[in-house]
């Protein structure tokens, strides 16, 4: 079993930049897949950001691509997003994922996830 719990949402102006923290505990956080999703208002949850177990393969939807990055420190069980250039839609609920065999761009890819945290973009 693996908790994970974000952090780092909040309001930001159109430009702004906001860094999210997902703080996983339980199994071995090192050999986990991460990734972030998001779901704006009215909308389904889509992939934002994926990374894999040692932090040498990442990849990002086209719709953040330069202006999102992700990263993990395996010592702190830690993964992070940091999010510039943010827009109004960027708005949205984001979610950290975790998987031990999967990861990828499909939410069907992650079994652990976390409850979420609010961004909103004002413009």
């Known amino acids: 079993q693996v908790q994970l719990v974000e952090s780092g949402g909040g309001l930001v102006q159109a430009g702004g930049s906001l860094r999210l923290s997902c703080a996983a505990s339980?199994?071995?956080?090192?050999?986990?897949?991460m990734g972030w999703f998001r779901r704006a208002p009215g909308k389904e949850r889509e992939f934002v950001a994926g990374i894999n177990w040692r932090g040498g393969s990442t990849y990002y939807a086209d719709s953040v691509k330069g202006r999102f990055t992700i990263s993990r420190d395996n010592a702190k069980n830690t993964v992070y997003l940091q999010m510039n250039s943010l827009n109004p839609e960027d708005t949205a609920v984001y979610y950290c994922a975790a998987d031990l065999y999967g990861g990828g761009r499909s939410s069907s890819g992650y079994k652990y996830w976390g409850q979420g945290t609010q961004v909103t973009v004002s413009s």
């Open positions: 339980g199994r071995t956080f090192s050999n986990y897949a």
